[in-house]
């Protein structure tokens, strides 16, 4: 069984792993049996947005989850007002859309109650006010347990941490994007949890050395492909898997919740939980790795 960590101040508790639904997939038999071996595995967090799939993906969950509902932890998003037939949205974080969106949200995901409610994103021109008496409005009839935001923007983080009640932001993080960390410990000061999306930095980071040929031939975030290559031999030397060093490196930090991982295949859900499953980073090894990578700042949407 996997330990679990608080988010924020509320009462969820998540796995250190978190199974991230939209590369799930719309084969709806493949997708659930991935979500109860997910589930049957230990993991106990499933995150999914309204978005993916137009709905398609929180309807897939829904469908898996029923039967295991107390079981889990179930994270969604809102934010991106779309229109399912001509499969377009726009930015809508306006109390009276959230409100509506919500239900939604729970009729396709077969629930009376969302544990953790994300905003899908955020922008400084924002009605925050607005947007966030939704959330708390939400929170307070039980419609949502907590709230928070999904955001990589450092400005639209520092007003949610200072204005609302949130107890988690999630963004992306991995040991080639470590932009994040300049946030972490006011987060975790703050008692705000993150949520690391893509620790295996779009598979570069998985063991599958292949991945790094196809995913990293244009680089990624402000790795040119050749750092890429060079960063991952280096890394390699380590003697580890490079996958398990991605999923401890991500948790080393105490804000750090859970890895929110996506898998399409059983083969990749499979090998990411087994490559989970694991002790604390050996002594020494985080600063080798620190080394090793680039620490870079966020270039845009700073904290004035």
């Keep these: 069984m996997l330990k679990k960590n608080r988010l924020g101040k509320s009462n969820l508790f998540v796995t250190p792993l978190t199974l991230g639904c939209m ?10 049996n991935m979500l109860h071996h997910a589930i049957d595995s230990g993991i106990n967090h499933v995150d999914t947005a309204d978005l993916y799939g137009f709905g398609e993906n929180e309807k897939i969950v829904g469908e898996a989850i029923k039967q ?3 079981k889990i932890v179930l994270t969604t998003k809102v934010g991106n007002h779309f229109d399912k037939q001509k499969r377009t949205w726009f930015w809508d974080p306006r109390k009276e859309y959230i409100e509506k969106a919500v239900d939604d ?12 409610y994300l905003l899908h994103g955020g922008t400084m021109d924002d009605d925050m006010d607005d947007t966030i008496e939704a959330f708390e409005r939400l929170k307070s009839v039980g419609k949502i347990r907590a709230y928070g935001i999904s955001s990589i923007r450092p400005n639209v983080i520092n007003e949610y941490m200072n204005r609302a009640n949130i107890e988690v932001v999630m963004m992306q993080y991995s040991m080639l994007d470590r932009r994040p960390e300049e946030l972490l410990d006011m987060l975790n000061e703050k008692k705000i949890s993150v949520l690391a999306r893509g620790p295996l930095a779009k598979g570069i980071l998985s063991n599958d050395s292949q991945k790094l040929h196809t995913k990293g031939m244009e680089g990624f975030v402000q790795y040119s492909e050749i750092e890429l290559k060079n960063t991952i031999q280096h890394l390699s030397e380590l ?9 401890q490196f991500v948790l080393q930090h105490p804000a750090v919740a859970s890895c929110v991982f996506g898998a399409s295949t059983m083969n990749q859900l499979e090998e990411n ?9 050996k002594t020494g090894l985080y600063e080798q790795i620190k080394k090793i990578t ?8 700073r904290i004035r």
């Design 294 to 301: 680039k620490q870079l700042p966020y270039e845009e949407h």
């Design 68 to 70: 295991k509902r107390e």
């Design 273 to 281: 939980i087994r490559n989970s499953r694991i002790s604390p980073m």
């Design 239 to 247: 003697n580890e898997s490079i996958t398990t060093l991605a999923f």
């Design 105 to 116: 949200s729970l009729k396709r995901l077969q629930t009376d109650y969302i544990d953790l």
């Design 23 to 32: 590369s799930l997939g719309t084969n709806r038999n493949k997708a659930i």
